[in-house]
């Protein structure tokens, strides 16, 4: 089951309905029926307003952002969707810190509930480092169906992987 790359942590029993929807070549029919069109967030600006907007929300109280972008180098196939990077310098006789979210160029092309997804997983880095229960807890707090979008997710990653977009 090589061409479950995104999906190889999922039961061998869902891993074998999407082998099948591969060989009936029926991802795409599948994605487009719950996802009929790609959101309209382009450009940085345009996903800094929207990033900012999901944290003000939730997450009030964490640090600023500094930088929010797409980011062409995030390979998707490194199991990178999108990343937070928190850095922190002498600067004088101060400590600089600064949060920063990318997210993968891919995903300019993607339904908004995908985006939001990837999106509310590198917010709740601010709080939660690791991957742990916590961490899936605050994602889940932001976003209720967020585990589902997770699996439809690589299941759109296995679709331009094998297919091509769809949009």
Do not use: W
Request: glycine share 2%.
């Amino acid at each position: 089951m090589s061409e479950l790359t995104y999906l190889s942590s999922y039961s061998t029993a869902l891993q074998s309905q999407v082998m099948q929807m591969i060989k009936d070549k029926t991802l795409a029919s599948f994605l487009l029926a719950k996802y009929p069109k790609q959101h309209q967030i382009s450009s940085d600006k345009a996903l800094r307003k929207y990033v900012t907007e999901l944290k003000n929300q939730y997450l009030k109280k964490s640090e600023p952002l500094s930088k929010i972008v797409f980011d062409d180098k995030i390979h998707v196939i490194n199991n990178a969707l999108g990343l937070h990077s928190y850095v922190t310098r002498v600067q004088g006789s101060k400590l600089k810190s600064k949060n920063e979210i990318r997210i993968g160029s891919v995903f300019k092309k993607a339904p908004e509930p995908f985006l939001k997804m990837i999106v509310v997983h590198e917010l709740a880095h601010l709080k939660e480092k690791e991957h742990n229960k916590a961490f899936y807890k605050l994602c889940q707090y932001m976003l209720a169906d967020y585990h589902q979008l997770e699996f439809e997710l690589r299941i759109y990653l296995t679709q331009l992987e094998l297919f091509g977009d769809i949009y």
